[in-house]
């Protein structure tokens, strides 16, 4: 296991003794995490281990590259509302993860992304083929650990990755004629990013055997937030600083894939909002002509500074506070402080 995906390393991209645990009844949760989340990188490098050389390399490759580890997090606190962390847990979140980053490597090849968590993408440096057929494997890995767990696993496993497909699948095929395309993109990332996090928040609960009564509480919140982490996501894809985001500024939009700000600038009806769209639309197109993708530096970094891009800081503000609402049923304590302050979090992250 490299350094990188260390737990503490975890924390600290996370910020979580500073925000997500901040504050005195919170310090024993944030120790449980912490060591949670380095039983499930453990779990990860197991299972992530393959006989096949080239199969071995390449399924390892974005997990030994980093990442937040953010959906094992969330299992792992919402485990808290009932039997804690127990194994079932540790390994549901590592399928979980597993998932996520299956779904990553499908996600480069289909937006042609350069990078990915600082690294060349994987089709960069294995090709188009072998990264699809990686995402394949880390999929049917998911699927495997899960089936130990019956049938409530293997149906929140399957649904969950029903709503990955579909998602992706909406993303490229568009909206159309008659679709709101703000309305359409909000759709596509409840099932792209919410559907996930909100299984990992329901599999803290179920691996646990908390009351099902927090389960559906759960699942609101999860996709609730997870659609505010990708908003912030869409802003932060425009930082002008390539170590914050691990990819060239503005990649999604190079790619021709359409995100928040973009969106939202295509509602505004003053000129020189419609002369921007127009500018990023051609630009868009002489690169999939062939041309530099460099040609977008400076419409992009107006884009950046532009109102749509805070308004679309708004609107993830308003995804976090739905759900922070969710967590009502929720007992007070420490787990749902720190779950409100993780759906903060995730609205306020450096952009």
Known sequence: MTPSASGPHIAGKLGLSDRIFA???????????????ERVDRALERELRVTDALADAASRYLYEAGGKRVRPMLALLTSQLGDGANDDVIDGAAALEMT??????????????DRRRGVPSAHAVWGNNVAILTGD?????????????????????????????????HETVGPQDGDDRVAFYLQVLSDKTGSLIAAAAQAGVIFSNGPREFEQPMVTFGEKAGVAFQLLDDVIDLSADPDETGKVPGTDLR??????????????????SRALVAEIDAGVARIADGADPALLDEPLARLRDHDATQATLDLAHAWSNEA?????????????EALTRFARAVADRSS
């Open 324 to 336: 922070v609402e969710a967590l009502a049923p929720l007992p007070d304590g420490a787990v749902r």
């Open 255 to 272: 790619a021709g894939v359409p995100t928040m700000p973009y969106l939202v600038l295509g509602q505004r009806t003053d000129d020189d």
């Open 137 to 169: 494997l880390l999929f049917s890995r998911a699927s495997q650990i899960m089936a130990r767990f019956g049938d409530r696993a293997i149906r929140l496993q399957a649904d969950t990755f029903e709503r990955l497909v579909l998602g992706q699948m």
């Open 100 to 113: 996520h980053l299956g779904s990553l490597y499908h996600d480069d090849v289909m937006d042609a992304a």
């Open 23 to 37: 504050g005195p009844r919170s310090r024993k949760l944030l120790a449980t995490v912490e060591a949670g989340l």
